[in-house]
């Protein structure tokens, strides 16, 4: 059984664009008349709320037919995701662990409080949650795997040391994934400490403080003394209630898995942040090609928990095999539906390992979807051996814009091509460019396992042709 995306777009009202990038999310690209089969229908559809993800039984056309959204009665404020992102050293496991130990009280102090991947802290009476594996390779990876989890962004930058290579990479990660920054400007007790520095640094890559008459809060802290982690909280609450966060409790339980491992006593554990509804120990569940029943929940501070609502993360028990960090899961009727989608997928999975499967982002496929009118924009990402490069590649390229598609350099560095330059473009749908650098041992086998274009040059002026080339349409395959 299978729908067409022009008929699930115009089945679920929405446009094929829509469905298209939502498809590109969970790996899969798809043309306007391409077929995709009821499972997958069935998860795009659960994207935009319905309850359908689960009945692969059922045809596509009754899936598509129940409730598309939450109705508004039932969706009730969620606590916001924070990620903890910049350069090495600049202190983002000892802000984590200064927020964590800010938040324990009296009673608990002495208590032990589990990595599982995340927590939540309370402020004020309002719940926040924290993941807590910092950095953006972790966040884009999941973001490759289809996965968006956090809303708001916090950057660490050490006060003492400025903007470095990786709080800039930070930061275009960050904005790829369109969520907001807060800049926490950490290191404030050391004596050199610089925050007017950064500030003036952080102005170079679009980001101007408040107090600068920009909109970027920039809190100045210390992870060592504490200072100003208090406001540090409520900037990130007021950024939060900006953004007006819900979910609908009332519904079936579903997110994305943070973490797992093997526990030599437990089994597979799989730590999850639910996104929506309520999971419930007892539901059936399935992940990836895990599926399970939850035999048991625990919070991050160890402690057993019979329901998890948005925004909560806990460690599930009861999971068929490990699942996958950036899977997402989603709660099913009954132990059969789980294990029947598990299954599906475990055997789609093999085939597509045996088929040598198309690019998924290259220039030509780029091409033929803007002759088409389902994209609007070209992403690339461009690495070079000199920042000269960078620039004058950059400068070259956005000028190719047209009216009708836009060249948007999301990233630029200099050096070789790594492994997070691969997930960041198979996260964004985006090309890498080289120019007189190579991809690193580990960026080549990601590359190629993501389907990511990496092309390189040696001249300038090569490498604007040919993105001209792509856009005006006389682009040769290369084969
Ligand atoms: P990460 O690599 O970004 O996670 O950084 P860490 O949290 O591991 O911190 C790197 C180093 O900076 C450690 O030696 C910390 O003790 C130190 N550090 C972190 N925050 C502060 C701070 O606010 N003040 C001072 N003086 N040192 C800090």
């Known amino acids: 059984e299978s729908v067409t995306v022009q008929e699930l777009a115009e089945k679920m009202k929405k446009s094929p664009a829509d469905i298209i990038k939502r498809l590109m999310m969970l790996g899969v690209l ?16 659960a994207e935009y709320g319905l309850e359908v993800e689960v009945k692969v039984e059922l045809d596509a056309e009754a899936l598509l037919t129940q409730e598309a959204e939450d109705d508004p009665a039932d969706l009730a404020p969620r606590p916001c995701v924070v990620t903890v992102m910049g350069h090495v050293d600049h202190g983002k496991t000892s802000l984590l662990d200064a927020i964590r130990q800010t938040n324990v009280t009296a009673t608990e102090a002495g208590g032990i409080t589990q990595h599982i991947g995340a927590y939540q802290i309370e402020h004020n009476n309002k719940k926040i949650t924290f993941l807590d594996t910092p950095g953006h390779e972790a966040f884009t990876a999941m973001r490759a795997r289809g996965a968006q989890v956090t809303d708001i962004a916090i950057l660490v930058v050490a006060a003492d040391d400025g903007v470095m290579p990786q709080t800039v990479e930070a930061i275009n990660h960050a904005r790829a994934a369109g969520v907001p920054i807060i800049v926490a400007i950490n290191k404030m007790d050391k004596p050199d400490a610089n925050p007017d520095r950064v500030k003036q ?20 802290v210390s992870a060592k003394t504490r200072q100003g982690i208090e406001d ?12 007006d966060l819900k979910a609908n409790p ?12 093997l526990d030599k006593g437990r089994g597979p554990v799989a730590t999850v942040l639910v996104q929506n509804g309520t999971l419930t120990v007892g539901d059936n569940v399935v992940a990836g090609t895990a599926w399970g029943r939850v035999r048991a929940m625990m919070d991050y501070r160890g402690r057993r928990v019979k329901k998890a609502v948005p925004s909560m993360p806990v460690e599930v028990l009861g999971f068929s095999e490990v699942p996958q ?27 597509e390992e045996f088929k040598a499967a198309m690019p998924r982002v290259s220039l030509d496929d780029l091409f033929k979807q803007i002759k088409e009118g389902q994209v609007k924009e070209l992403r690339a990402i461009i690495k070079a051996d000199v920042q000269g490069s960078v ?31 691969i ?8 090309i890498i460019i080289g120019f007189n650098v190579r991809p690193d041992v580990n960026a080549r086998g990601v590359a190629e396992r993501e389907k990511v274009d990496v092309r390189l040059y040696r001249v300038i002026y090569d490498a604007i042709e040919d993105v001209k080339a792509a856009m005006s349409g006389l682009l040769e395959p290369e084969y």
């Open 30 to 45: 798809a043309t306007i008349n391409q077929e995709i089969d009821a499972d997958t229908a069935g998860i795009v559809a």
């Open 325 to 351: 960090a950036g899977d997402m899961f989603y709660v099913v009727p009954d132990e059969k539906t789980a294990r029947s989608i598990a299954e599906k997928r475990a055997n789609r999975k093999r085939e």
């Open 232 to 243: 540090l909280l409520e900037m990130i609450l007021l950024v939060a209630e900006m953004a």
């Open 391 to 421: 620039e004058a590649l950059k400068q070259s390229l956005e000028r190719l814009s047209t009216d009708e598609v836009k060249v948007n350099i999301i990233h630029g560095g200099v050096g070789a091509i790594t492994e997070t330059d």
């Open 250 to 261: 009332k519904r079936a339980g579903r997110g994305t898995v943070i973490e797992a491992e």
């Open 423 to 430: 997930m960041l473009a198979s996260a964004s749908n985006a």
């Open 201 to 220: 640094q952080l102005t170079e890559y679009g980001l101007v403080a408040e107090e600068w008459g920009g909109d970027t809060v920039m809190v100045p």
